[in-house]
Nanobody, 128 residues
């Protein structure tokens, strides 16, 4: 099994930035597609961003394009989400997720049901 641990959440004013980190156990991290999902109060868990195992392909939900950047460091078994120009509507619990696949299409990487492993979540709160 793979264990995922998230960190970096917190309280920030609108327009500010946060950087979320997710570290994974295991020796095959480089074979995993990694992603971030989020769940706001009273809403379903939604896709935010994903990065392929190679790091070449990335996808973002429309509402965060140009503001968020996903990256990975396979040597550290880590994936990051740099969040800039934060808005109150970004407030949610953010979850890191992993799946073992070499596919790079958006359907594969954005479907929550495809992910085998999930972190515990980290709270991001953006005040106005």
């Amino acid at each position: 099994q793979v264990q995922l641990v998230e960190s970096g959440g917190g309280l920030v004013q609108a327009g500010g930035s946060l950087r979320l980190s997710c570290t994974a156990s295991g020796r095959t991290f480089s074979s995993y597609v990694m992603s971030w999902f989020r769940q706001a109060p009273g809403k379903v868990r939604d896709f935010v961003a994903a990065i392929s195992a190679s790091g070449i392909s990335t996808y973002y939900t429309d509402s965060v394009k140009g503001r968020f950047t996903i990256s990975r460091d396979n040597a550290k078994n880590a994936v990051y989400l740099q969040m800039n120009s934060l808005k109150p509507e970004d407030t949610a619990v953010y979850y890191c997720a992993a799946q073992i696949t070499r596919r790079t299409d958006i359907a594969t990487m954005s479907r929550g049901g495809n992910y085998n492993y999930w972190g515990q979540g980290t709270q991001v709160t953006v005040s106005s």
